[in-house]
């Protein structure tokens, strides 16, 4: 079954700065990855996607992604943060959906925790 | 257009009770999906349909039921709650398995 690692429970940023967030995934076959963003009290909101193609994805609000086979890695980027970036984000893969019971579905990593300091 | 839609938003139930989580989507998307998010824990998937008539088991189905008799609607059923089961419930909803739509969620505490 595949897993998503997303090593950083916290971390903290300067408004303005660079962020990057890490993630890394182990799965079979080309993996379905996604970034999702959370913010207090609200459902999951999809930033970005990547299926194939480009490894450099882009997605809203100004984030990107890259996709490293090489090293499982699909971090999501942003040139300069702002306050209202403060969220939980999600990394996820789609796995495998099995007919008669089961399924891998959408695995998400237990996510990271980004604090913008003004 | 509402997307996705989950009632109630916040519950409280006494053990061995039992409630269903309502979801309702005005998207016409096949894909329905119930995740259940705790705290550290990211979200694990519990039931899925591929469309009405079809469901299945996620990661964690144990003490949840689903049914999907409409295209629209994709409730979830705890029979008899437990402690264990308090959580924050998520519906989503996706027109394959390439990304999804989710609601605000359903906050289940269990006493």
């Known amino acids: 079954a595949q897993s998503v690692t997303q090593p950083d429970i916290h971390i903290t940023v300067s408004e303005g700065a660079s962020l990057e967030l890490r993630c890394n995934y182990s799965?079979?076959?080309?993996?379905?990855l996604f970034w999702y963003v959370q913010s207090p009290g609200q459902g999951l909101q999809l930033l970005l996607k990547y299926f194939s193609g480009d490894t450099l994805v882009q997605g809203i609000k100004g984030f990107e992604a890259e996709f490293k086979r090489s090293q499982s890695s699909f971090n999501l980027r942003k040139p300069s943060v702002h306050w209202s970036d403060a969220a939980e984000y999600f990394c996820a893969v789609v796995g495998r959906v099995y007919s008669g019971g089961g399924a891998d579905g959408l695995t998400f990593g237990k996510g990271t925790h980004l604090i913008i300091q003004p | 257009n509402a997307g996705v839609t989950q009632t109630p938003k916040f519950r409280i139930l006494k053990i061995g009770q039992s409630m269903t989580l309502q979801c309702t989507q005005d998207m016409n998307h096949n894909y329905m999906y119930w995740y259940r998010q705790d705290p550290g824990m990211g979200l694990k998937l519990i039931y899925y349909?591929?469309?009405?008539?079809?469901?299945d088991k996620g990661e964690v189905p144990n003490g949840y039921n689903v049914s999907r008799s409409t295209t629209e609607d994709f409730p979830l059923r705890l029979e008899l709650a437990a402690p264990s089961q308090t959580s924050v419930y998520f519906c989503?909803?996706?027109?394959?398995?390439?990304?999804?739509?989710f609601g605000q969620g359903t906050r289940l505490t269990v006493v």
């Open positions: 799965y079979g076959a080309t993996p379905y």
């Open positions: 349909s591929v469309g009405a008539g079809i469901t």
């Open positions: 989503a909803i996706g027109t394959d398995w390439d990304e999804a739509f």
